[in-house]
Nanobody, 123 residues
Framework: VQLQASGGGLVQAGASLRLSCTASGRTFNNYAMSWFRQAPGKDRELVAAITESGTLQYYKYSVKDRFTISRDNAKNTLYLQMNSPKPEDTAVYYC?????????????????WGQGTLVTVSS
């Protein structure tokens, strides 16, 4: 499956931003989806994940109640709504797909990756 992330940019702290990830090539609803991020000089980390049907979501503790992951299987699109972002949320955000939701949340593993979109949060 090919993944194309978009929606990044410069945003002020406390504003809102929505990232999108469009999938093509294979059946989107066969895959659990996720957003990872990597800040300069830091390891990549899992931000949020969602099951194939969208019924279960996982969030990194520091973004819970601020970010929302969702998907529209009819549009082959994954979203990350970022409300009240903070400067420490500045990173390149990657969408990723896996046949195993458990592998994403327990092992931070995914089989397919998008190219990343840069989010910069100014204070």
């Amino acid at each position: 499956v090919q993944l194309q992330a978009s929606g990044g940019g410069l945003v002020q702290a406390g504003a809102s931003l929505r990232l999108s990830c469009t999938a093509s090539g294979r059946t989107f609803n066969n895959y659990a989806m996720s957003w990872f991020r990597q800040a300069p000089g830091k390891d990549r980390e899992l931000v949020a994940a969602i099951t194939e049907s969208g019924t279960l979501q996982y969030y990194k503790y520091s973004v819970k109640d601020r970010f929302t992951i969702s998907r529209d299987n009819a549009k082959n699109t994954l979203y990350l709504q970022m409300n009240s972002p903070k400067p420490e949320d500045t990173a390149v955000y990657y969408c990723a797909a896996s046949t195993s939701y458990s592998a994403i949340i327990y092992n931070n593993r995914a089989e397919y990756w998008g190219q990343g979109t840069l989010v910069t949060v100014s204070s």
